[in-house]
């Protein structure tokens, strides 16, 4: 996909939504960063059911902590990995307290040096909660940037630095959340559906016709 068609690509999206956003519930950086490590290998869905219990109840580092690593699985244990992940939030909310005294860091290093933190997620909380222009590559991204011909790459990183190269400017910040809801509702992995695409005439994936 050219520079042309790339603009003419995020100006159609753009205009269908001018200020998309995570399908995850969060008031806070430390909440959205919470829901972040939650929802992997996890549904938007199952995560907001579950923040909505425990977020009225402990939404700070130190309240999570007061709750205990088993009265924080208590409130997330319909979420797959909830053993794991309670380890890490109960970390990672020590580690903010006793190294950025209980705020969410801005830096993507000091995020990557949190427990169970890794780019991707770094990447979402720069991204959503402080309007850094990055891009966090998900299942969904990495499927739209291959399968349209928009920034092809063998690894997440690739399509990363791929999308951050050759996304108009004007269109960084908000690229990430678009591409995702393209992925999530439209360019899906099993059938998409290119007969509602708006973008379906610039998009290189050449089975699109079968779909449309």
């Given at each position: 996909?050219?520079?042309?068609?790339?603009?003419?690509?995020?100006?159609?999206?753009?205009?269908?939504?001018?200020?998309?956003?995570?399908?995850?519930?969060?008031?806070?950086?430390?909440?959205?960063?919470?829901?972040?490590?939650?929802?992997?290998?996890?549904?938007?869905?199952?995560?907001?059911?579950?923040?909505?219990?425990?977020?009225?109840?402990?939404?700070?580092?130190?309240?999570?902590?007061?709750?205990?690593?088993?009265?924080?699985?208590?409130?997330?244990?319909?979420?797959?990995?909830?053993?794991?992940?309670?380890r890490n939030i109960m970390a990672t909310c020590q580690a903010l307290v006793d190294l950025h005294g209980g705020e969410v860091p801005?830096?993507?290093?000091?995020?990557?040096?949190?427990?169970?933190?890794?780019?991707?997620?770094?990447?979402?909380?720069?991204?959503?909660?402080?309007?850094?222009?990055?891009?966090?590559?998900?299942?969904?991204?990495?499927?739209?940037?291959?399968?349209?011909?928009?920034?092809?790459?063998?690894?997440?990183?690739?399509?990363?630095?791929?999308?951050?190269?050759?996304?108009?400017?004007?269109?960084?910040?908000?690229?990430?959340?678009?591409?995702?809801?393209?992925?999530?509702?439209?360019?899906?992995?099993?059938?998409?559906?290119?007969?509602?695409?708006?973008?379906?005439?610039?998009?290189?994936?050449?089975?699109?016709?079968?779909?449309?």
């Open positions: 996909m050219n520079a042309e068609k790339r603009a003419e690509f995020f100006r159609r999206l753009a205009e269908l939504d001018p200020e998309p956003t995570t399908e995850l519930e969060y008031s806070s950086p430390f909440e959205l960063l919470i829901a972040v490590i939650l929802s992997a290998q996890a549904t938007d869905v199952g995560v907001n059911r579950a923040t909505r219990r425990l977020f009225p109840v402990a939404n700070t580092p130190r309240r999570i902590l007061a709750l205990g690593e088993e009265g924080l699985k208590r409130h997330i244990r319909t979420i797959g990995l909830f053993n794991s992940k309670a801005r830096e993507r290093a000091a995020l990557e040096g949190l427990p169970g933190v890794g780019r991707k997620t770094a990447n979402v909380v720069l991204n959503t909660a402080f309007g850094e222009p990055t891009m966090a590559v998900d299942t969904h991204i990495f499927r739209v940037a291959n399968r349209t011909g928009l920034a092809p790459g063998k690894t997440p990183l690739a399509v990363e630095k791929a999308l951050l190269e050759r996304t108009p400017p004007e269109y960084l910040r908000h690229a990430h959340h678009w591409l995702i809801l393209h992925g999530r509702y439209t360019c899906k992995a099993r059938r998409p559906d290119c007969a509602l695409c708006p973008v379906f005439d610039l998009c290189n994936f050449k089975d699109k016709h079968r779909y449309a």
